[in-house]
């Protein structure tokens, strides 16, 4: 579907800008589980699976085969991902932030909105000019890259002229590190001492073989764990990486190794901080709240908390808005 099948009302050209929100997005029932998956498989810029004629039917496969186990796990949070109203609700933050001259819009790479249907969505009300603002802090090919390859081939295929500009990445972003600070001393609040408690940063893991090609994704990380720490002094830390799957060589150490290598030397307080993610998903509702809390609780560190993702917090819609005006600036600069 291309932007032109997906709108076809004409209206007045309008002098807002647009912000792309992208962002990765998720199954929003249960049905919606395999096909999701079967988007997100057949991206090469992800996995290479085989020839690229052949990779859409090798994810159909691996998608039918992963769907049940990945259907319980959504299950257990609910039944759904809660990131498409997550994000639009940063949207809407960020929108009153910026004023009457913005439109935000949600475009998910691998569910809905797409990319297409939000373009389509800024076609209707006029909008010519484009700022895409991924929600991803760390550039990675996997995550950035991919989706803008996706918005570049959509914008090719629609036949209508935007002006299309880009964020690339926030990890060292003050106000996104001061989101972060902010956001684990919430955390450090429920034990009575907090020095006797570790941080443990847990970012979206990564094939070894992107890094050792030039991705920046394992370098930027880094960067934001040690700037975080800068505001919080005194405290013991640690970096692992979690959501790996399949038999490649994946960024260590994972965060189940870890765990137990922290029960082993009696670490019992914990607290656990999503890095690289800015919203609740299937990876800090799952993946942490339950798999690595009770892997945690069983091995005997009993203090297990995780840092609230960033959601809307003030200061980090904050954060984008200055992105974005930032960028929007730089576009007027160039014009004049």
């Known amino acids: 579907m291309s932007v032109g099948e997906c709108d076809l009302s004409e209206t007045k050209m309008s002098d807002k800008t647009a912000v792309l929100l992208l962002q990765m997005g998720g199954p929003d029932t249960l049905d919606a589980v395999e096909p999701f998956l079967r988007n997100l498989f057949s991206d090469r810029d992800i996995i290479r699976i085989g020839p690229a004629l052949l990779q859409p039917l090798i994810a159909r496969r691996i998608a039918r085969k992963r769907a049940p186990v990945v259907e ?192 082993s030397k009696g670490c019992t307080n914990l607290v656990v901080v999503p890095v690289s993610f800015v919203s609740d998903h299937i990876e800090t509702l799952y993946e942490i709240d339950i798999r690595y809390a009770e892997l945690a609780r069983s091995l005997g560190i009993t203090g297990f908390h995780r840092a609230p993702s960033l959601n809307a917090l003030p200061g980090f819609i904050e954060c984008l808005a200055e992105l974005v005006r930032k960028k929007a600036t730089e576009e007027q600069l160039q014009g004049s």
Not at 93 to 106: I, Q, V, W
Not at 187 to 207: N, T
């Open 72 to 263: 319980r796990q959504y299950e257990r949070i609910g039944g759904c991902s809660p990131i498409r109203e997550l994000t639009e609700a940063q949207g809407r933050a960020l929108e009153a932030r910026l004023g009457d001259g913005f439109r935000c819009f949600t475009a998910m790479r691998y569910w809905r909105p797409t990319t297409v249907e939000a373009l389509a969505a800024a076609k209707r009300e006029g909008i010519k000019r484009i700022i895409a603002l991924p929600l991803y802090p760390h550039f990675s090919r996997a995550t950035t890259g991919s989706a803008f390859n996706e918005l570049t081939r959509v914008l090719g295929e629609s036949g209508v002229s935007f002006k299309c500009s880009h964020v690339d990445c926030f990890y060292d972003h003050p106000l996104y590190i001061g989101a972060l600070a902010e956001r684990i001393e919430e955390a450090l609040v429920r034990f009575p001492e907090r020095q006797a408690a570790r941080i443990l940063f847990s970012a979206h893991s990564l094939p070894q073989s992107f890094i050792d090609a030039g991705d920046p994704y394992l370098s930027q990380v880094k960067e934001t764990v040690r700037l975080v720490m800068e505001r919080i002094p005194g405290m013991d830390f640690q970096l692992s990486f979690q959501s790996r799957s399949g038999p490649v060589k994946w960024l260590e150490p994972e965060t189940g190794d870890i765990l137990r290598e922290l029960a």
